[in-house]
């Protein structure tokens, strides 16, 4: 049978069409509904890059955000290292990178060197997140670790550097100028750390309206089904606030710590499910645990579970233009998987005229892996996601884009695609993210990657800027 995973799957967080290809498929139902988009969304802009492409030789990016004025960023890790033969696992040594692109899709010269900045905190660091505060500064969430080896076959069997001693991890804030310098008036001469997330894939950065950031991590052991999640608090120069004391009762939400946001009137909400548990009875999955927090202490105040009925995969959540939010995931049940979308209101409480009692699901092709998700100025909401296809014997698996829009109460926009779904043609090149720009153009990052590698070395990284939700 076909794995579980996705073999394009990023370290934690679009397919690249020619201007011929988005002809056709907006020729064969690509088209959106006027009153929503008034111009195919998915409409190359050739001014961007090489005929519309950005390319350049690059390890997927875990994260991407877009500065005021345009500019890309681009954000990832690099392996530099390998790990020793007869080895049980590890971690290799690996650095992380920020690339900046230019407005047309060029690389900046004056970001870094040459448009590049990499950096190491413990020698195996993985990127988990990138936001902006006010004053250009760039900041960076790094998962972070020395690099070691296991040498014994054993779930609980250390993972030892070359000293001999056992790994030591924490998660960290690197901070950037605008220029991509180590921005030494942050933190520690740029670096703030705290506890290590026990997820090793998510980190979740968050800034607040005074610039102060806040950064969610996984506290739980999830192979062992025990979940947590900790808000850790850090001024707007880096410097850590003090914990408040841990609640001797159980947390509202059990759960892993997944992604973060606070909304315009300041409430922080944290979402995260139990992963590693798949259920025979798909029903009986709990979902995500929404959680409210404590401004001051970061403490949860409230938290409640939603069920989409099914075995639950995260995305994360998406902030709507009302200020409320959506978690969106993917929900699969014995013999098919359907998008979930859960909407919640400005004070948190999910909105029962949304869908079906504030659930909106959608039937979506087999292998379907989510990728990235915005809300529309319209309500609606458009979601990216790669599709895996594989021949009878379940070799030669390909991939394809799926694009997915529901409209402002959660039904399928059936003049988008077929019944709210476009899909593109199949290749090795997988979606990533998209982000909209302040004339509601998109850039959609992809990676082109053999479906069969072990290692990112070969991956390309290719970028477009689409017409998106954009004015003609």
Same mark, same amino acid.
């Given at each position: 049978m076909p794995p579980t995973?996705?073999?394009?799957?990023?370290?934690i967080r679009v397919i690249l069409w020619t201007t011929c290809l988005l002809a056709a498929l907006a020729g064969c139902g690509g088209g959106?509904? #006027?009153? +929503?988009?008034?111009?195919?969304p998915l409409k190359v802009d050739t001014?961007?890059?090489?005929?519309?492409?950005?390319?350049?030789?690059?390890?997927?990016p875990s994260a991407a955000a877009l500065q005021p004025d345009g500019k890309l960023l681009l954000a990832g890790s690099r392996q530099t290292g390998s790990l020793p033969a007869g080895n049980y696992g590890g971690a290799p040594a690996q650095e992380v990178y920020v690339r900046r692109l230019t407005t047309n899709g060029a690389l900046d010269p004056s970001f870094g060197n040459n448009g590049e900045v990499k950096f190491n905190v413990k020698g195996s660091d993985s990127l988990g997140d990138i936001k902006l505060q006010k004053n250009g500064r760039i900041v960076v969430a790094v998962l972070a670790g020395e690099p070691c080896v296991v #040498?014994? +076959?054993?779930i609980s069997a250390p993972c030892v550097t070359a000293s001999g001693t056992s790994a030591v991890r924490s998660s960290n804030l690197v901070a950037l100028t605008p220029d991509g310098v180590l921005d030494k008036t942050f933190g520690q001469n740029g670096v703030a750390e705290t506890g290590a997330s026990q997820n090793p894939q998510r980190l979740s950065l968050a800034v607040k309206s005074d610039q102060s950031l806040l950064l969610l991590r996984s506290t739980g052991i999830a192979r062992f089904q025990i979940y947590g999640r900790s808000?850790?608090?850090?001024?707007?120069?880096?410097?850590?606030?003090a914990s408040p004391p841990q609640p001797t009762s159980p947390e509202a939400c059990e759960a892993s710590g997944e992604s973060l946001l606070v909304q315009n009137n300041g409430r922080i909400v944290s979402a995260g499910g139990q992963g590693y548990v798949t259920y025979a009875e798909p029903a009986a999955h709990p979902g995500v645990c929404v959680a409210t927090h404590d401004l001051q202490s970061g403490l949860q105040t409230s938290g409640a579970w939603t069920r989409f009925g099914g075995n639950y995969t995260f995305l994360g959540l998406i902030p709507t233009t009302d200020d409320g939010f959506s978690a969106v995931g993917t929900s699969c049940a014995l013999k098919n998987c359907q998008l979930g979308v859960a909407r919640y209101g400005l004070d948190g409480a999910i909105l029962t005229s949304y869908g079906q009692q504030g659930i909106a699901r959608m039937s979506i092709p087999e292998n379907t892996y989510l990728a990235s998700a915005l809300s529309l100025p319209d309500h609606s909401l458009m979601v990216l996601a790669s599709k895996l296809v594989y021949d009878?014997?379940?070799?030669?698996p390909r991939v394809g884009g799926v694009w997915m829009r529901m409209g402002p109460n959660g039904e399928p926009i059936t003049e988008f695609g077929t019944q709210g779904i476009l899909s593109t043609a199949l290749s090795t090149i997988a979606p990533i993210q998209f982000l909209p720009d302040a004339q509601g153009r998109w850039l959609v990052v992809n990676v082109d990657r053999d479906p069969a590698a072990t290692n990112t070395d070969n991956d390309t990284v290719l970028i477009q800027r689409v017409v998106g939700h954009s004015k003609p």
């Open positions: 995973a996705n073999p394009f799957a990023l370290p959106s509904n #006027t009153s +929503l988009l008034p111009v195919d001014s961007y890059g090489v005929e519309g492409t950005a390319k350049m030789r690059l390890p997927a #040498t014994i +076959l054993s808000l850790d608090r850090f001024s707007a120069n880096g410097t850590p606030e009878a014997d379940f070799s030669n």
